[in-house]
């Protein structure tokens, strides 16, 4: 059983950053497969980013790649999402995502742990 809770979520000016955080609970963090996913108004949830268990390993949409940084630290049982140049388009909520999969998943089904969300909102 893994327990998530985000944060770090806000109002922002296009250009700027974030730096999102996921606090898990449960003995189980240090072999999960961790994602962030992110859902818009009116729109499905989509996968943002998704990170192996030891870190190595990591995958992201085509749309954030090279603004966004998915980390993770298994001493402090926390997942990161560092969000650089963001853009309008990347208002949404945000979750956290945990899987015991052992490969990098990307889609939400795969994922049997969220956390509540926070909300990200980006200005023009």
């Known amino acids: 059983q893994v327990q998530l809770v985000e944060s770090g979520g806000g109002l922002v000016q296009a250009g700027d950053s974030l730096k999102l955080s996921c606090a898990a609970s449960g003995r189980t963090f240090s072999s999960s497969t961790m994602g962030w996913f992110r859902q818009a108004p009116g729109k499905e949830r989509e996968f943002v980013a998704s990170?192996?268990?030891?870190?190595?390993?990591?995958e992201y949409t085509d749309s954030v790649k090279g603004r966004f940084t998915i980390s993770r630290n298994n001493a402090k049982n926390t997942v990161y999402l560092q969000m650089n140049s963001l853009k309008p388009e990347d208002t949404a909520i945000y979750y956290c995502a945990a899987t015991m999969l052992n490969y990098l998943a990307t889609t939400s089904v795969q994922y049997n742990y969220w956390g509540q969300g926070t909300q990200v909102t980006v200005s023009s």
């Open positions: 990170i192996s268990w030891s870190g190595e390993n990591t």
